[in-house]
């Protein structure tokens, strides 16, 4: 099975201050073991970009460039492939868009979420739960780091 590993799973994976960096850390380790097929996506990296390098006074890590590159290219590629856009996938987007009625910054969540279905990923790793969760009918799972370290 293949998961997509959303933007706060990949920040608390790398940012071992974070409070639940231990947390992700075992989920992440949990679906490695498991030989899972581990994805994110071109979006989601970009949103990480964008926490890691943002002032902490304005809620982000505030690091630099040369440092958020290392933590891709150490701490995220190796467990996971980058998904960038494909030809189907604005159609699945659009459709998902009108079809959940979707406004404002959510439209950012149904955009994974067409990637996630256009390339049968079914399975989404994510602390934000609860905006994933109206596409359960497109058949997707949403996963917390809790429900993997309950499992082991």
Known sequence: MAYLLDTGILLR???????????VQQAVEHLV?????LFTSAQNVGEFWNVATRPVANNGLG?????????????????????CDHGSMYAEYKRLLNSYSIVGKHVHDARLVAMMLTRQIDKILTLNERDFRRYQPEGITVVSPDMLIAEE
Do not use: N, W, Y
């Open 63 to 83: 690091l630099p460039g040369s440092e958020v590159i290392q933590l891709l290219e150490r701490g995220i590629e190796p467990v996971c492939g980058i998904m």
């Open 13 to 23: 994976f790398v940012d071992a201050k974070d409070s639940l960096h231990a947390t």
């Open 33 to 37: 073991s498991r030989q899972e097929e």
